[in-house]
């Protein structure tokens, strides 16, 4: 099989983390069996959203290389990221995939200047080969995502506003001249009113320098902006995806349905840890051997509890959701 003309290739991809507590031990299948493709010859937005502990962040770290799946395939550009080994490669990889996180602190300690972490970017990834070029190359990523070098130069992060270094966290990320982005619920530590210009940003930036976004949110109405295609995921599962405009505007499944409705603020996240304690309603939705959906869902039938449905193709959308076949 030739994925070279793709940029991402994911087939039944799938993550298992042991949980539980020493009383209730329980394999949870983070990510269950995702399959998802992104074009190479045409950038786009793909949305991931979902509920609290469905499974986005894992995904996302699959795909930044962090995290090994325990089944499935993962190609970029056509080659096995589990396999990269050598420094060289992974630096390739790095620069090539980039991620954004939620907290700005992340990208840049409060200790030092911003633009030390602008700098190293740009000459750790030899983007310039003469030192004096730099700050033109700065200046350029700083313009596109609405800032200047002048504005940056000699300051610290705590200078800035929430939203300003979000917005030089995304200017870092494209010093390298990424083709994908991984942004894992960008803003949602920004202040509401500022959400959307930075949202925009993604928009802005696949137009001008063709680079794919992930762009992971509960937010839905962000989502839709700019979003070209969007996946709904339910513990792990994706359960309904294709354009943004049918799955939000005319929702299949009976879960997007309801996150359509009534979705919740996101958690802040917390530092990863072997063992993380789920609810028991939680490992219960995990475990069922059916629809993830099944218990809440108003449409729910006998094979729901049985089998996970089949994704099946229904107005340009892939839905697992037995009314749909
Ligand atoms: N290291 C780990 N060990 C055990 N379980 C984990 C680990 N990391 C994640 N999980 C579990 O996997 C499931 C998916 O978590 P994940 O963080 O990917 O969800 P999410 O969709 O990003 O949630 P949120 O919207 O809250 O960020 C959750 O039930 C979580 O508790
Ligand atoms: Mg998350």
Redesign the pocket.
């Known amino acids: 099989m030739n994925h070279n003309n793709k940029l991402l290739f994911i087939k039944n991809l799938t993550?298992i983390?042991?949980?539980g507590s020493f009383l209730f031990k329980s394999n949870?299948v983070?990510?269950n069996n995702v399959s998802l493709e992104l074009n190479a010859q045409r950038a786009e937005i793909f949305t991931?959203a979902?509920?609290?502990?469905?499974?986005?962040?894992?995904?996302?770290?699959i795909i930044l290389g962090l995290v090994r799946p325990t089944s499935g395939t993962i190609l970029y550009k056509g080659r096995d990221i589990t396999q990269i080994k050598s420094a060289k490669d992974w630096k390739w990889f790095t620069r090539e995939v980039q991620p954004i996180s939620q907290n700005p602190f992340d990208t840049f300690s409060p200790l030092n200047k911003v633009e030390t972490y602008l700098y190293d970017t740009a000459i750790n990834y030899n983007i310039v080969t003469n030192k004096s070029e730099v700050y033109n190359i700065l200046d350029e990523k700083l313009k596109a995502v609405g800032l200047s070098w002048d504005e940056v130069r000699g300051k610290y992060p705590n200078e800035f506003s929430g939203g300003q270094l979000q917005r030089l966290s995304i200017a870092r990320a494209i010093i390298t001249n990424p083709s994908l982005i991984v942004a894992?619920?960008p803003v949602s530590m920004i202040d509401a009113s500022l959400r959307m210009s930075i949202v925009n940003l993604f928009k802005n930036l696949k137009e001008q320098f063709n680079v794919s976004v992930i762009y992971?949110t509960?937010d839905l109405a962000t989502a839709y902006y700019i979003s070209d295609r969007i996946a709904i995921?339910l513990?792990?599962s994706i359960v309904e995806s294709g354009p943004v405009e049918k799955v939000l505007n005319a929702p299949l499944h009976p879960y997007t349905k309801l996150l359509k409705q009534s979705i919740p603020e996101?958690?802040i996240?917390v530092q990863?840890?072997?063992?993380?304690q789920?609810s028991v309603t939680?490992i219960k939705e995990?475990t069922a051997s059916g629809c993830k959906f099944a218990a809440r869902c108003p449409y729910v039938m006998e094979t729901c509890k049985t089998k996970e449905p089949e994704e099946t193709f229904v107005d340009e959308r892939a839905v697992r959701c037995y009314l749909y076949k």
């Open positions: 993550k983390f042991s949980a949870i983070a990510v991931l979902g509920e609290s502990g469905s499974g986005k962040t894992t995904l996302a770290r894992d619920e992971i509960h995921m513990r792990g996101p958690t996240d990863w840890e072997e063992e993380i789920l939680e995990f």
